[in-house]
């Protein structure tokens, strides 16, 4: 197992991870390219391989002092095997390098998988917008960890 930041070689096995992930977003091309583009807020994207390929990625960025994960997909066939844990401890350790304040993400209420996740991270929730997601359409649960 082997964690790194991405490349844009990685773009289209993350672009096919994360849109076979129903419940991950859902990005363009271009969305993915803007990753990598020249003048990217800061960001950051991590990849977690294995022998038989790319399983995982994950993508944040800083919003001020605080950064916020945008998507994270593991493989189907590999979840539950603590990779979703390791990717996002590795980008926990990034951002308190980066001396962050606090760390938050919004994810489908109904995504029970992705909440126990941030939850044994020690996030916690602290808000909810109304309608946020469509197809189908539910509210998103904010979730919070502070760094400070
Ligand atoms: C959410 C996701 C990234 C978790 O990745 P993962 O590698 O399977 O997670 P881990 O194996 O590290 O599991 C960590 C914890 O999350 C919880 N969890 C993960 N999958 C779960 C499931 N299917 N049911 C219940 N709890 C689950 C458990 O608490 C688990 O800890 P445990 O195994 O010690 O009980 C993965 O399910 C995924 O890619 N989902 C689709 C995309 C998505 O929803 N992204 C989040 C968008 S906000």
Do not use: C
């Not at 001020?64 to 990717?87: D, F, M, Q, S």
């Not at 602290?126 to 946020?132: N, T």
Request: proline share 4%; hydrophobic share 45%; aromatic share 8%.
């Amino acid at each position: 197992m082997h964690l790194r930041p991405a490349t844009p070689a990685d773009i289209p096995v993350m672009m096919n991870l994360g849109n076979h992930s129903a419940t991950a977003s859902h990005w363009s091309r271009e969305q993915y390219d803007r990753i990598f583009g020249a003048e990217p807020p800061r960001r950051l994207a991590l990849v977690i391989e294995e022998a038989v390929g790319l399983q995982g990625f994950l993508v944040a960025h800083e919003v001020a002092t605080e950064w916020e994960i945008e998507n994270i997909a593991i493989a189907g066939a590999a979840r539950r095997r603590g990779l979703g844990t390791l990717l996002l401890g590795a980008f926990l350790d990034h951002a308190r390098a980066q001396r962050a304040s606090a760390v938050f993400l919004e994810v489908r209420e109904s995504n029970h998988a992705a909440r126990l996740l941030y939850e044994k991270w020690a996030f916690t929730e602290s808000g909810r917008r109304a309608d946020y997601y469509t197809r189908p359409q539910e509210d998103a649960i904010v979730y919070r960890l502070s760094l400070a």
